[in-house]
């Protein structure tokens, strides 16, 4: 499974440090993995069906075991039930409505961008029955086959252009911290910089082959932009990557 959402959960879970143990599913294994273990959907299609999504956590408490589905729902149980007193918060008081705007954005400009440049690529990692199962669902989903999302030619430079004109904005946001410019408020991680660096995580993992020679994936352009910032700010993650 391989996802922004996936990977910002996971790193939350390393910087609150929390035990854990990763499950690996095959796509199409999900659904049937998840009823029987009694997860609920993530929600509900207009056909009134579940949908069933990762990630979701099962937190193995003396009361029973508590199934928790969506990123955003499961970085707001884990910092309620599992805070950690030696580090900042991921929520510092008074501050989670600017990093839900923060988030939003993110998703919005990075999604649209990264639905064209990285989505199409996810099946080169999957195994088999996996990789199946998302060209068929994605193409349910856009409208068109995989392979057909990846834009060419001046469409292809039109995307790279949007992203890096969006993070020249986002670079100015930070850049308003003065001299502790490295995350979104200033010298200490939060969830939003979780958030983005989960985004690059994707931007890094899948590969990539379209943008030449020297792009192997579509963070290799992106960790130049704006002076190098955002491979800096990825270094600060170093050491919550690990999966167990």
């Not at 088999?128 to 998302?134: D, L, T």
């Not at 994605?138 to 790279?160: C, H, S, T």
Request: overall charge negative; aromatic content about 14%.
């Amino acid at each position: 499974m391989f996802s922004n959402s996936w990977h910002a959960s996971r790193l939350l879970i390393n910087y609150l440090g929390i035990p854990y143990k990763t499950r690996w599913l095959s796509y199409p294994d999900i659904e049937p993995t998840f009823k029987e273990l009694g997860i609920p959907p993530s929600l509900i299609k207009p056909d009134g069906s579940g949908h069933y999504s990762c990630p979701s956590i099962t937190d193995h408490t003396p009361s029973g075991p508590n199934h928790v589905t969506d990123s955003a729902v499961i970085a707001d149980y884990l910092v309620a039930n599992y805070p950690r007193t030696d580090k900042p918060p991921v929520f510092p008081t008074g501050t989670k409505a600017a990093i839900k705007l923060l988030t939003d954005d993110l998703f919005n400009n990075l999604i649209s961008a990264f639905v064209k440049l990285v989505l199409p690529m996810v099946p080169k990692l999957l195994d088999p029955r996996s990789a199946e199962y998302f060209h068929y669902t994605r193409a349910i989903r856009y409208g068109k086959p995989l392979d057909q999302l990846y834009p060419a030619g001046p469409e292809r430079d039109a995307v790279w252009a949007s992203l890096k004109a969006y993070f020249d904005r986002l670079a100015s946001i930070y850049d308003q911290n003065d001299e502790s410019d490295v995350f979104f408020l200033g010298d200490h991680i939060t969830y939003a910089d979780i958030f983005l660096a989960s985004a690059f995580i994707w931007a890094k993992t899948i590969p990539s082959d379209r943008d030449g020679p020297d792009v192997n994936c579509v963070w290799d352009k992106i960790k130049g932009w704006n002076g190098g910032r955002w491979e800096r700010f990825m270094h600060e993650f170093d050491s919550y990557l690990q999966v167990y």
